[in-house]
Antibody, heavy 119, light 107 residues
């Protein structure tokens, strides 16, 4: 059974960098048919897709991030990561990592990790 | 960007009721639409993909329909486990967008 687990600091200061990692277990991150993504959810609000990456490192991002996001993949350790910089209070959210298969929506999700942006 | 609009935002219903949620896209997404269920403190759970395909293990009381810009999620007989928030999501364009959510609560 595929499992995804987010990890990273729960508190980030404004103007600094948010860094999160998603560790994948129960399956390989290197499959050519898999895409790995990040989705966030501000407290009490809806879902926002942040970006996606495949095993080769090919990426796509939500333009609403205004170029602040960077995704990377570490196939040796079956992990992928998100960096968001600089952050502001509006970036406070529950951050989820997830997997999708080609031409399919996200079918496996991590449990989510809350990141608060505050001084 | 493709905008997704769900209606209603909140729906009050009783166990056994037939429930329908609508999702409209600002332009055609063919049938590249998914429905998710989210319970408080939990990650979204995929219910339906490609507008009407039921994910394995999802109860058959859930069904989806539609194409182009108009889509619906129907729960044929609401169960106590179904009280949750439901989101539609389009994956037609590279910029994936979600609807704002429909909360189904107890009448």
């Amino acid at each position: 059974q595929l499992q995804l687990q987010e990890s990273g600091p729960g508190l980030v200061k404004p103007s600094e960098t948010l860094s999160l990692t998603c560790t994948v277990s129960g399956g390989s991150i290197s499959s050519s048919t898999y895409y790995w993504g990040w989705i966030r959810q501000p407290p009490g609000k809806g879902l926002e897709w942040i970006g996606s990456i495949d095993f080769s490192g090919s990426t796509s991002y939500n333009p609403a991030l205004r170029g602040r996001g960077t995704l990377s993949v570490d196939t040796s350790n079956n992990k992928f990561s998100l960096k968001l910089s600089p952050v502001a209070a509006a970036d406070t959210a529950l951050y989820y990592c997830a997997r999708r298969v080609t031409l399919q929506p996200f079918d496996y999700w991590g449990q989510g990790t809350l990141v608060t942006v505050s001084s | 960007d493709i905008q997704m609009t769900q209606s209603p935002s909140t729906l009050s219903a009783s166990v056994g009721d037939r429930v329908t949620i609508t999702c409209r896209a600002s332009q055609s997404i063919v049938n590249w639409l998914a429905w998710y269920q989210q319970k408080p403190g939990k990650a979204p759970k995929l219910l339906i993909y490609k507008s009407s395909s039921l994910k394995s293990g999802v109860p058959s009381r859930f069904s989806g329909s539609g194409s182009g810009t108009e889509f619906t999620l129907t729960i044929s007989s609401l169960q106590s486990d179904d009280f949750a928030t439901y989101y539609c999501q389009q994956y037609n364009s590279y910029l994936w967008t979600f609807g704002q959510g429909t909360k189904v609560d107890i009448k």
